[in-house]
C-alpha cells in the first residue's frame, strides 16, 4: 500500500502546485480590456492564454473538488444512512460512474491530443500557440478523474 500513499501525495502535490494558476488566469483575464481598448494590441492573444491556462487550471479544481468531497451530491435518500453505507456508496459511486467515463475519455481523446501535440495545433481564431494545450488539459482531467476514482477506492475505509 506504500505506492498508494506515495501516488495520493503525489496527485495532492500537483493540485497543490495547480491551484496557483488561477492568478495568472485573473491577471490575463484583467488585462484584456486595458490592451484592447488602450493598447490597442495583443487582447486576443491575452484571450488565448487564459483559456489554455484556465483548462489546466479546471482540469486540477475538478479533481481538488473530488478529493474533498466537495462536488455537489444528490442526498436526499442517503442523508438518513449510516456514516459506513454513505461511505461505501461515495467510493463504489465513484469508481462505478466516474471511473468508466475517464477511461472511456483517455481511450477517446487520446489519439485527438496526440495529433495535436504533435502538430503544436494553434487556435483556430489567432493563430496563437497553445490550442493544444487544452486537448491535453481535457485529457489531463480524465486522467487524474481516473486515477482519483481508483485512490478512492483502494484507500482503507475510515472507521
Known amino acids: 500500500m506504500r505506492w498508494l500513499a506515495v501516488l ?21 483575464l484583467f488585462l484584456q480590456w486595458p490592451l484592447r481598448d488602450f ?3 495583443y487582447s486576443r492573444e491575452a484571450n488565448d492564454l487564459g483559456q489554455w491556462i484556465f483548462a489546466l487550471y479546471v482540469s ?12 455537489l451530491a444528490v442526498d436526499a435518500i442517503a442523508h438518513g444512512y449510516p456514516r459506513r453505507v454513505r461511505a461505501a456508496l461515495a467510493r463504489w459511486g465513484t469508481f462505478l460512474c466516474v471511473a468508466p467515463w475517464a477511461a472511456f475519455m483517455v481511450w477517446t481523446v487520446g489519439p485527438t491530443v496526440q495529433r495535436s501535440v504533435q502538430a503544436f495545433e494553434r487556435f483556430p481564431e489567432t493563430y496563437n500557440p497553445g490550442y493544444f494545450l487544452i486537448k491535453v488539459a481535457a485529457l489531463l482531467l480524465a ?9 478512492d477506492l483502494l484507500r482503507p475505509a475510515k472507521p
Open 143 to 151: 486522467v487524474l478523474a481516473l486515477v482519483q476514482a481508483a485512490l
Open 60 to 71: 486540477l479544481a475538478v479533481t481538488y473538488a473530488t478529493r474533498e468531497r466537495a462536488h
Open 39 to 41: 493598447v490597442q494590441a
Open 8 to 28: 495520493d501525495r503525489g496527485l495532492g502535490w500537483l493540485i497543490e502546485l495547480g491551484r496557483w494558476l488561477v492568478l495568472p488566469v485573473a491577471l490575463v
